[in-house]
């Protein structure tokens, strides 16, 4: 059973640009999750989208947005990118069935960089 | 809010030895609990959970955790450490509605 993936691996780029990450989930899976962990952050949620819809939300700016497709892969979007943004970006899939449900399952990242 | 701390920026272990992380938790209501493990340049990969029953909990890669309510803790041990268990560990508890906050990682070395 494959993973959950994410592209692009490393991303560069300049301030003031947008950003677009994609992760697909697992097969099955409804839920999309991604979190960001920068240099001295530690991991933080950003959003949950589940059956295209977002749930929740983190404590991040408007200017952090994203959307789900019908075949529940995802794109992350960060508009006027700031250096500030330059960390990790962690997407994860869970489901709602027995037993693995509460669980999250995390793709290998995109290394944002904003110079 | 739901919350976890995790006390200890490193653990050093020698190899052989037996191992603990530690980690505490503060909740409302009942605790869902999970260990992540994060290997260099790479994402999280999920070790164990508690939602219910039994305090002490199995998960991948010989580790177990217990969990102690009195003490609002959740531990992750393992018997015997292997120097490929070298990495940064993280603890999570569950919030609503459906994300996972994070503790801020202990990072675990194990010396041969």
């Known amino acids: 059973e494959a993973g959950v993936t994410q592209s692009p691996t490393h991303l560069i780029k300049t301030r003031g640009q947008q950003a677009t990450l994609r992760c697909s989930p697992i097969s099955g899976h409804t839920s999309v999750y991604w979190y960001q962990q920068a240099l001295g952050l530690g991991l933080q949620f950003l959003l949950w989208?589940?059956?295209?819809?977002?749930?929740n939300r983190g404590n991040f700016p408007p200017r952090f947005s994203g959307r789900q497709f019908p075949n529940y892969s995802s794109e992350l979007n960060v508009n006027a990118l700031e250096l500030e943004d330059s960390a990790l970006y962690l997407c994860?899939?869970?489901?709602?069935?027995?037993?693995?449900?509460?669980?999250?399952?995390f793709g290998p990242g995109t290394r944002l960089t904003v110079l | 809010a739901q919350s976890v701390a995790q006390p200890e920026d490193q653990v050093n272990v020698a190899e052989g030895n037996p191992l603990t992380v530690k980690c505490t938790y503060s909740?409302?209501?009942?605790?869902?609990l999970f260990w992540y493990v994060q290997y260099p340049n790479r994402g999280l990969q999920f070790l164990l959970k508690y939602i219910t029953g039994d305090n002490l909990v199995k998960g991948s890669y010989g580790f177990e955790a217990e969990f102690n309510k009195s003490q609002t803790s959740f531990h992750l041990k393992k018997p015997s450490a292997l120097v490929s268990d070298s990495a940064l560990y993280f603890c999570?508890?569950?919030?609503?509605?459906?994300?996972?906050?994070f503790g801020t990682g202990t990072r675990l070395q194990v010396f041969p």
């Open positions: 989208y589940d059956e295209g819809e977002e749930r």
């Open positions: 999570a508890v569950r919030d609503v509605p459906d994300k996972l906050i």
């Open positions: 994860a899939s869970g489901s709602t069935g027995f037993p693995t449900y509460n669980e999250q399952f």
């Open positions: 909740v409302s209501g009942n605790p869902y």
